[in-house]
């Protein structure tokens, strides 16, 4: 089993700005090594979706940072010191977690050399096993994939919870 750095964020519409981040860190034995949460205020008007559907399930989550490149900047530092040597994944990656790591690449926060080289989809790695790659909660439900949700104050949307289930999903399709 390959380390693994999975990550999420949260935006103001699909397009927007990310208000909240968060990753996860397995180590080669499939246990935690490192977790990161943030989050900043939300910039603008909240879009309708992110009201109704992603806010509910981040009640737990309050805000950490005073801004989005303060929130970034962490990110950034704990993306640097965790990501060696890790498979960086995320579900879905574009537009949202894409523009994540540019974003970070604009402000100077990782240098040209720094992305993830890979980074990998879980959504390509569920297409790819013949599986719905919208939804990485199907796939663990259909395989029976324990998500410790005691830990996690919502479910699909909150950051680390999608950290967690697509890490947790990429794991269990590399050992098919």
Excluded at 94 to 103: G, K, S, T
Aim: charged share 25%.
């Amino acid at each position: 089993m390959e380390k693994i750095f999975s990550f999420d964020a949260e935006t103001n519409g699909l397009w927007g700005r990310a208000f909240s981040i968060a990753a996860i860190v397995y180590d080669e034995s499939g246990e935690e090594r490192a977790r990161f949460i943030g989050r900043c205020p939300i910039e603008g008007e909240v879009d309708e979706f992110v009201a109704e559907k992603v806010l509910p399930q981040m009640e737990g989550i309050k805000e950490s940072h005073g801004s989005y490149d303060t929130l970034l900047n962490d990110f950034a530092e704990f993306y640097l010191r965790e990501k060696q040597g890790a498979d960086v994944i995320a579900h879905v990656a574009v537009p949202v977690e894409a523009r994540v790591l540019i974003d970070m690449h604009a402000k100077g926060f990782i240098g040209d050399w720094d992305g993830p080289f890979p980074l990998i989809d879980v959504a390509g790695c569920l297409k790819q096993a013949g599986e719905d790659p919208n939804s990485v909660d199907n796939y663990a439900n259909k395989y029976g994939i324990a998500i410790d949700k005691a830990e996690f104050e919502g479910g699909t949307h909150n950051p680390l919870y999608d950290s967690v289930v697509a890490a947790r999903v990429y794991q269990h399709l590399m050992s098919r």
